[in-house]
């Protein structure tokens, strides 16, 4: 096993400084250092040519952060998203998209994250577009049509949503906050189990765990990430209403990609 882990080293080494040196030939040549049309051509293939035992998640997690390692010796993207950590677009944006080695801007609102692309601020911002339970993001829609900048990826995640409060115990919450999307993804459950409790809509789901975090009477729907950041235990998981619950993101940035023939 030492053997392998050294030679998986020295592999991820060469393949640095083969990045290093295309990082340098792009600048040279005015070149874009984020290309996800090459970067998703990598991770199909390497999903492709997978024979496990490592699943194709877990394969498409692993080189995700090596791209991530490898793009940040070129340059360091600066990724805005509608924060703070912990919200599902932050979940968009590391875990599927640009992994772990980028500056992160967690910012207050969709608009917030649109200016800060536009005035250079950050590189990309990530946003979501549409839910398969509750459709589109209305916000985001009118911000692309009074935006000059352009779409350069998307992100499929899967939202699974958790109940949670400090204590854990379903019979002390008189009050349930989250996102409003949130809210309207977990209508059914909440009807049948909090008939009772208040619902407060916030800024994010994000925020909806530091406000249950502050008050034991509050409960937060957001996900486990956020539940374990600040301290809350899980009254119930998987509470969104239709299993297969899905939000589209969009990848915004300044400058158009090149086409991959798999466009839409």
């Known amino acids: 096993m030492d053997e392998i882990n050294l030679k998986i080293l020295r592999l991820l080494s060469a393949r640095a400084s ?16 984020y290309q996800p049309v090459r970067e998703r051509a990598i991770i199909e293939k390497m999903i492709a040519e997978n024979q496990g035992p490592l699943t194709d998640e877990q394969v498409k997690r692993i080189y995700v952060e090596i791209i991530s390692a490898c793009r940040a010796l070129e340059h360091e993207p600066r990724v ?28 207050e609102s969709f608009a917030a994250v649109f200016q800060a692309i536009e005035n250079g601020r950050a590189d990309f911002g990530v946003v979501p577009v549409e839910n398969s339970t509750e ?28 109940i949670m409060s ?28 909090f008939p009772h409790c208040e619902t407060e809509a916030v800024a994010s789901n994000a925020v909806a765990a530091q406000r249950a975090a502050a008050d034991r009477s509050i409960a937060a729907i957001a996900s486990k990430a956020a539940g374990e950041a600040y301290g809350l235990k899980t009254i ?29």
């Open 80 to 107: 805005a998203f509608l924060g703070p950590e912990h919200t599902y677009s932050h979940e968009a944006a590391i875990k599927v998209r640009f992994g772990s080695s980028v500056e992160l801007m967690p910012l």
């Open 18 to 33: 083969v990045a290093t040196e295309i990082g340098r030939l792009k600048h040279y040549e005015g070149g874009e250092v």
């Open 236 to 264: 119930a998981s998987n509470v969104q209403d239709v299993a297969a619950n899905t939000t589209r993101f969009l990848v915004m940035g300044t400058r158009p990609i090149e086409r991959s023939g798999k466009d839409k």
């Open 135 to 162: 459709g589109s993001v209305t916000l985001t829609l009118d911000l692309l049509i009074d935006t000059a900048l352009v779409i350069v990826g998307e992100v499929l995640l899967p939202i699974r949503h958790s």
């Open 166 to 193: 400090l204590s854990g115990e379903a019979g002390e919450v008189k009050r349930v906050a989250s996102h409003q999307q949130s809210l309207a993804q977990c209508r059914g459950f909440l009807s049948a189990n």
